[in-house]
T-cell receptor, first 111, second 115 residues
Framework: DQQVKQNSPSLSVQEGRISILNCDYT??????FLWYKKYPAEGPTFLIS?????DKNEDGRFTVFLNKSAKHLSLHIVPSQPGDSAVYFC??????????FGTGTRLQVFP | DAGVTQSPTHLIKTRGQQVTLRCSPK?????VSWYQQALGQGPQFIFQ???????QRGNFPDRFSGHQFPNYSSELNVNALLLGDSALYLC??????????????FGDGTRLSIL
């Protein structure tokens, strides 16, 4: 039972353009959503989060959008940079601190 | 400001053995969670410790146990190792159960290989 889904295993974007990573969830009890970035041989690094009372949160080049009716969130990276190349995980929690992760999307930013 | 530290970084064991992994949380954090990440998958929640007690547990057998010490550091113990226990084990820390919507911060993990 995959409660958090990232249906695109990989994404390739040109440097300077926008990267859009998507995530869907099934559990309506989730009220806090996070994005993590992971480089090889390192642990996940927290990027940005959003509470279910908001529909948008922005931090520099990173913006997360939440559509509760569609149970969908997305991460926008503008402009994309080669250093953004990594695996991105979407995670969700609801009422407890336990995080449920998606399977990740590998982003490659090329020159 | 030290982040989450885990030891060892790599470990090789054989089936049936027992293993202990260690974690020191980020400075100021008092809650520690453990996750297992298999190849090609997202991290799966094992359990969480707060005030030296297991507060939440994921869908893992009793072979997986843990401990939290008064200084908030934690250990993950796995008994009777199986080949399927080969994975990256991640520790995450966060700021208290009474602070809602706080992100968990991860260490770099321990890569466990079972032969």
């Amino acid at each position: 039972d995959q409660q958090v889904k990232q249906n695109s295993p990989s994404l390739s974007v040109q440097e300077g353009r926008i990267s859009i990573l998507n995530c869907d969830y099934t559990n309506s009890m989730f009220d806090y959503f996070l994005w993590y970035k992971k480089y090889p041989a390192e642990g996940p690094t927290f990027l940005i989060s959003i509470s279910s009372i908001k529909d948008k949160n922005e931090d520099g080049r990173f913006t997360v959008f939440l559509n509760k009716s569609a149970k969908h969130l997305s991460l926008h990276i503008v402009p994309s940079q080669p250093g953004d190349s990594a695996v991105y995980f979407c995670a969700a929690s609801g009422g407890t601190d336990k995080l449920i992760f998606g399977t990740g999307t590998r982003l490659q930013v090329f020159p | 400001d030290a982040g989450v530290t885990q030891s060892p970084t790599h470990l090789i064991k054989t089936r049936g053995q027992q293993v202990t992994l260690r974690c020191s949380p980020k400075s100021g954090h008092d809650t520690v969670s453990w996750y297992q990440q298999a190849l090609g998958q997202g991290p799966q929640f094992i359990f969480q410790y707060y005030e030296e007690e297991e507060r939440q547990r994921g869908n893992f057998p009793d072979r997986f146990s843990g401990h939290q010490f008064p200084n908030y550091s934690s250990e993950l113990n796995v008994n009777a190792l199986l080949l399927g226990d080969s994975a990256l084990y991640l520790c995450a820390s966060s700021l208290g159960r009474h602070h809602s919507n706080q992100p968990q911060h991860f260490g770099d993990g321990t890569r466990l290989s079972i032969l």
